[in-house]
C-alpha cells in the first residue's frame, strides 16, 4: 500500500488495521475510552507546532489529530452507529447553517453588525435541539454551568466553571481568600496522608488544583500558560544539571551528584553554584 493524498486511503487503512485476525493487536483493543486521551494530546501537539510557527511539523501534527477522527468513526461503524461520511456531513451541514450571510438565507444577504446575533441564535437553535434528542431526565438538568463545555481541558474547564459560578456572586472577593483555601486543602491533603487513604488523596488533590487555578484567575493568570511555563523552567534547570541527580521533584534544587569523579567536574559544579 503507498501513501495517497485521497482521504480514502486513510480510511482504508484504519478498516485494516480494526480488521479481526489480519489487523493490528493494538488498535483491535481499542475503544472510544482508551484512545479519548490520545485525541486531547495531538489538539495539544497541533497546538504546540503552531506556537513554535513550525508549518512542517503543523502539517504532520494536523494528519495525527485526523487520524483520531477516522479512528473514532471506524469504530463508530462497527457499531453501525455512523460512519466518517456522516461526521464530514454532520460538520458541513454546521458550517452551512452558521454561516447564512455566506451561503445564502433568504434573500442571501447579511449586514456583517449581525453576523454575531446570526452565529448566536444559530446556536442557540443548535443546543435546543441537542437537548430535545436527550433522556427526559439529562434534558431537564440545565443550569448556569450547563453552557460550560464538557469536553475543554480540565484546567480551561475549571476556570470557565468558576468564571460562571462567579456571575452571581459564588466567588471570593480577595485572592487572599483564595489562598488561604489552598492552605486549607494542602492540611487535608496531609491528614488523608496520615490516614494513608488513597481514594481521600486523590479527591483532595483535585480540590488543590481547582483552588490553585482559582488563584490564577483571580490574579489574571492563565493556568494552562503560566503552568506551560514553569515546564519549560524545569527542562532548563534539569538541562543545566544533566550531570546531577534531582532527590526532589519540583523546580526547587535540592540534589545530589551520581559522582565527584575529578577536578575537571568540581569546577563545573562550582559555575553551577555561581562559585
Sequence with gaps: MTPSRDISALLD????????????????????????????EEAYEVTDAIARGDLEDLRDELGDLLLQVVFHARMAEEQEAFAFGDVVEAITRKMIRRHPHVFADKNGNLASSHVKEAWDRIKAEEKAERAARRPPQEANHQSLLASVKAGQPALARAMELQRKASTVGFDWNDPRAVLKKIREEADEIEA???????????????????????????VGADPEMVLRGTNAKFERRFASRRSMKWTHCGTKRRRTRFRRPGRASQRHDDRLRGR
Design 192 to 218: 488523608a496522608l496520615d490516614r494513608n487513604d488513597k481514594d481521600q488523596l486523590a479527591e483532595e488533590t483535585g480540590d488543590l488544583l481547582f483552588a490553585v487555578v482559582n488563584l490564577a484567575r483571580h
Design 13 to 40: 487503512i484504519m478498516a485494516k488495521l480494526r480488521t479481526p485476525v489480519t489487523g493490528c493487536p493494538w488498535d483491535l483493543e481499542q475503544n472510544f475510552a482508551t484512545i479519548a486521551p490520545y485525541a486531547i
